[in-house]
């Protein structure tokens, strides 16, 4: 039916070019943010699912950062427990030098003290921002660890989220590395004797710190590299949820501009009808 009141050919034209329009807009959008998914209301479902990835995310990313003081930290405590193995390596060479009798054992002793001096002068300087795994007193409130946060774990798309943590304890050189009281000074031969015993074992305990910190670091530089790995994946996940894909949007967009033409022609078409209806009655 046709009428001069009511022009249902332009109002299908206009709701079909109010349509076109508004993708039309969406795809400008998307293209102009890079984001298909930007607000809530574009796909509610994805982007509660990638909102609370981009929050893990982010605690990831803060996490490399702890992680990277931890491994500073126990970087710091291990080259100073390896450096402690060289000073004990030389204390006892200087004892075993001690077992012969006509050598001055005077000036062995006062070589030995002053690389005991230096033992000790290592322990207390071994610290990164105030941490220091060599001695007794990690932090100076009493501990006697470092623990660094490793993972964030979450079960179940909208689960409680857990913390894991990798403890470093300290290899307290501080007390079981106490050579100016526990090591013989060298005045003789038998003197030099037990002295050889005793260093072998401060130098046994030595290397034995010094590995558990070596193994320390690389755990931590291990879970550094995963943790950045994981943050990496997750945000390439959150990417091909949301992001725009440029190539698709940009066909997209041309096709709806020639859909736009195309709408505007038939609304204009639609808007002569009327006037074509007046020349029946001008016969």
Sequence with gaps: MSSILTN?????????????????????????????????????????IAKTMESDISGFRSIEDGLALGEATVAVASAGAEQIVDKLTE????????????????????????????????ISAAQFNGANLLASDVDGSGATSVGVLASLNRVGAGGAVTTEEI????????SNLDLASNLTSITDTTSAATALSEIEGFLQT???????????????????????????????GVSVMTDTNMEEASARLAALKTQ??????SLTIANQAPRLLLQLFQR
């Design 8 to 48: 249902f050919g332009a109002m299908t034209a206009l709701r079909t070019l109010k349509a076109i329009n508004g993708n039309l807009m969406d795809v400008q959008t998307s293209i102009s943010t890079g984001k298909r998914i930007g607000e809530a209301k574009d796909n509610s479902a994805v982007w509660a």
């Design 206 to 236: 030595a290397i034995t710190g010094a590995a558990a910190l070596g193994s320390s670091s690389a755990r931590l530089e291990d879970q550094a590299d995963f943790v950045g790995r994981l943050a990496d994946s997750m945000q390439q």
């Design 167 to 174: 403890v470093v304890n300290s290899v307290n050189f501080e």
């Design 260 to 265: 736009q033409e195309l709408a505007i022609q």
């Design 91 to 122: 204390i006892k060479e200087l004892i075993v030098s001690g077992q012969s009798e006509n050598v001055d054992h005077d000036t062995i002793q006062q070589d030995i003290a002053s690389k005991v001096e230096q033992v000790q002068a290592i």
